[in-house]
């Protein structure tokens, strides 16, 4: 069974950082492309970011990139998002996603929740 | 950026009826066109991959269409589970995009 599981959400001042980690479980994570994807409160879904399966290529939303970095360790079976100069619109449920482009984001995890506020 | 527009904005429909949901992209996706449901709560879950095909444990009643920039999502007879928010999204290009959803209320 595919599981994904999001952890280090948080609250935080505007201008601070987090990371968040995606731990995968249940596929061969080292073959597949992952995704974040965001929903602000009572919002649609906004995606956020990508990454290939080997690292090589990284994808992201303009409103987020030069302040968010994806990675992934292949060996932990885990996705990260590092998120600095964090602002209020940052304020989401993000959730981690298997997929992007080349496949179809197809399992999602519970979310974890960003609240950036003074 | 392709923008993709969900119509209607929220359908209120009875148990039984079937329902139609529309996206429309801004320009060609091919058939690169998901949907996903959404229960309060909950993380988006996919319901149809590539226009047509249903997603793993997506029931029969669920079927999608279109290709280019038409697409439609047709529940044949809605039961109370069904009444949730559905998203499209695409993945023809970067950047992914996901239509604003639309509301599937219990009328």
């Known amino acids: 069974e595919v599981q994904l599981l999001e952890s280090g959400g948080g609250f935080v001042q505007p201008g601070g950082s987090l990371r968040l980690s995606c731990a995968a479980s249940?596929?061969?994570?080292?073959?597949?492309?992952m995704s974040w994807v965001r929903q602000a409160p009572g919002m649609g879904l906004e995606w956020v970011s990508s990454?290939?399966?080997?690292?090589?290529?990284?994808f992201y939303a303009d409103s987020v990139r030069g302040r968010f970095t994806v990675s992934r360790d292949n060996s932990k079976n885990t996705l990260y998002l590092q998120m600095n100069s964090l602002i209020a619109e940052d304020t989401a449920v993000y959730y981690c996603?298997?997929?992007?482009?080349?496949?179809?984001?197809?399992?999602w995890g519970p979310g974890t929740l960003v609240t950036v506020s003074s | 950026e392709i923008v993709l527009t969900q119509s209607p904005a929220t359908l209120s429909l009875s148990p039984g009826e079937r329902a139609t949901l529309s996206c429309r992209a801004s320009?060609?996706?091919?058939?690169?066109l998901a949907w996903y449901q959404q229960r309060p709560g909950q993380a988006p879950r996919l319901l149809i991959y590539?226009?047509?095909n249903r997603g793993t444990g997506t029931p029969a009643r669920f079927s999608g269409s279109g290709s280019g920039t038409d697409f439609t999502l047709t529940i044949s007879s809605l039961e109370p589970e069904d009444f949730a928010v559905y998203y499209c999204?695409?993945?023809?290009?970067?950047?992914?995009?996901f239509g604003q959803g639309t509301r599937l209320e219990i009328k």
């Open positions: 999204q695409h993945r023809s290009n970067w950047p992914i995009t």
């Open positions: 320009q060609s996706v091919s058939t690169y």
């Open positions: 990454i290939s399966y080997h690292s090589v290529d990284t």
């Open positions: 249940g596929f061969t994570f080292s073959t597949y492309g």
């Open positions: 996603a298997r997929g992007a482009r080349i496949a179809t984001i197809d399992y």
């Open positions: 590539d226009a047509s």
